[in-house]
């Protein structure tokens, strides 16, 4: 085998692992992108939740107010 050989093998191998590499980081980011969506989705429910349960006593007189406006 020639040295040139054995340089181009050695190169081959190492641009494999290198992409080998890059796949492992694109897929590990595209999981952490995923867990990230889900934490920003927690927290905006759980703000959803208590905006509702801070204003629910506005939202029942919100409601009363249309029911009685039906029935009149």
């Known amino acids: 085998m020639h ?3 054995i ?3 050695l190169n081959d191998l190492a641009l494999r ?3 080998r590499l890059q796949v492992a980081r ?3 980011e595209e999981g952490q992108t995923f867990a990230e969506y889900g934490l920003i989705l927690g927290i905006i429910a759980v703000g959803l939740i208590a905006a509702a349960v801070a ?3 506005q939202i029942a007189s919100v409601f009363s107010n249309v029911t ?3 029935t009149s």
């Open 3 to 5: 040295m040139s050989s």
């Open 7 to 9: 340089v181009r093998s």
């Open 17 to 19: 692992g290198l992409a």
């Open 26 to 28: 694109w897929n590990a």
């Open 55 to 57: 204003l629910r006593d």
């Open 68 to 70: 009685s406006g039906l």
